[in-house]
């Protein structure tokens, strides 16, 4: 009895990454600034640690898991009276999308080597798309600054317009369907949160986790870089050490360094490797 494995041997087809934190806004500072707000306004204490912890999920379902907290929920129950249900989540999230809105408008800067990057995946005729856990609304702001410096993604896939977010596979799967991609062993997924990393996963797409400039790490560009060397070495290790653990076939500082990994993934490919 004979068994045969089927294997995809062509070049890189697609390359799909998260926005904030991964290819815009250093840090990815306007969610968090943006729920810290949202549970002043409500009289709660919520940490930044606290709101990061969910990151990468859909805005209304970050929400909903910071209110299942432990201590946030004991504080809510303490000031209402009650454990907080669906109507007060469709509150917060309504509370919640100005206030997005605003922070995003203010964060549109590329991080570092997103136009190289868009150079390169030109020259090799490999696509590029993005997907978000921002609503349609949210991303719509950020967009325009993005192309006035020159970074116009093919596909833009937000988490409320797919029947399940992250870190369910269907973002990536709707950018590879509108980037025309015919396997999805040929496409790249760049995140810089676990359950990103595990959407790619589930894709069966390869991943790339980004540690220095997203939510691993939770500085700004500048805060970063006025880091001293051994400050700056031991919040990495912690950073790479988190991101490990997502399963992510390569994790690196930013997408600055990603063109020496979709290398060795195309020769990984070529010699019938799969994710």
Known sequence: ???????????????????????????????????????????????????????????????????????????????????PGSDDIDRLYQAFLPLQTAAIAERTKLIPGAIALRDLLREHDIRLGVNTGYSREMVNVMLPGLAGQGFEPESVVVATEVPQGRPAPHMSLKNALELGVG??????????????????????????????????????????????????EAILARGYAEMAKSGAHYVIDSIEYLPEVLEDIERRLAEGECP
Not at 43 to 67: C, N, Q, V, W
Not at 72 to 81: L, P, T
Request: charged share 25%; proline share 3%; net charge negative.
């Open 183 to 232: 396997a999805v062993q040929a496409c790249v997924k760049v995140d810089d949160t676990a359950t990103g990393i595990e959407e790619g996963l589930n894709a069966g797409m390869w991943t790339v986790a980004v540690v220095a400039s997203g939510n691993a790490v939770g500085l700004s560009e500048e805060q970063f870089t006025a880091l001293e060397c051994e400050e700056k």
């Open 1 to 83: 009895m004979y068994t045969y494995t089927r294997r995809y041997t062509g070049p890189l087809q697609a390359v799909i990454m998260d926005l904030a934190g991964t290819c815009v806004d250093f840090g990815s500072l306007a969610p968090i600034q943006a729920f810290l707000n949202l549970f002043e306004s409500e009289g709660i204490e919520l940490s930044e640690a606290e709101a990061r912890e969910p990151m990468g999920t859909e805005k209304r379902e970050h929400i909903r898991r910071l209110l299942t907290m432990p201590r946030i929920r004991n504080q809510w129950q303490s000031r209402h009276g009650q454990m």
